[in-house]
């Protein structure tokens, strides 16, 4: 019995330690990094644009790890100038065990930027196919942030394509888009 309990409490003390090491790990290169976009490639961001990058810390390491993509991100947020203050604003939704604020909120790009690890910040543009200029992504963002969506812990990325049938108001249906 005193075994097994030493070696819970060997287990238990290693894992802890690891996730205070990592984590004091992770806030360093963050405190020190100085990372951010050149004038040239924020001439480029459109209202509209989606931004992508690998954040610092054990989740944002672990999405990358378990994504095992050629391109290291592990958030996503949609960028909005905001032409009332002059200013590019970064709308995004994070949980409240990594945030303040539980759901989409609403961040300066330059703090944006500096929460993401060097050279991992990728700009994405939609393509609309009548045209339609990209911000009105950045205007339906808007409509999640003012109604305080909260974050969806579930992951079930289905209900951001889930849209009212034309024959059945009382149901939902997966665009044929998507």
């Known amino acids: ?9 060997i287990i238990i003390s290693s894992i802890v330690l690891f996730l205070l090491t990592y984590d004091y790990r992770s806030e360093q290169e963050q405190f020190f990094s100085d990372y951010t ?7 480029l961001i459109q209202d509209g644009d989606i931004i992508l990058r690998h954040g610092y810390g054990l989740v944002s390491d672990g999405i990358v790890e378990v994504l095992r993509e050629d391109w290291h991100v592990s958030h996503s947020a949609i960028l909005w100038k905001d032409t009332l203050n002059n200013k590019i604003k970064v709308i995004h939704s994070v949980s409240q065990s990594l945030s303040e604020h539980d759901g989409v909120q609403v961040q300066s790009i330059d703090r ?5 690890q060097e050279n991992s910040i990728i700009l994405v543009r939609f393509k609309a196919p009548n045209k339609k200029p990209t911000s ?13 969506i909260p974050f969806d812990h579930s992951f079930n990325i289905c209900l951001l394509y889930t849209s009212p049938s034309p024959r059945d108001r009382t149901r939902s249906r997966m665009p044929s888009s998507a």
Do not use: G, P, V
């Open 1 to 9: 019995m005193k075994r097994t309990l030493l070696a819970t409490l």
């Open 112 to 116: 944006f930027i500096r929460d993401s």
């Open 37 to 43: 976009l050149s004038s040239e490639e924020f001439d």
């Open 136 to 148: 009105c992504i950045s205007n339906r963002a808007q409509y999640y942030l003012e109604r305080q």
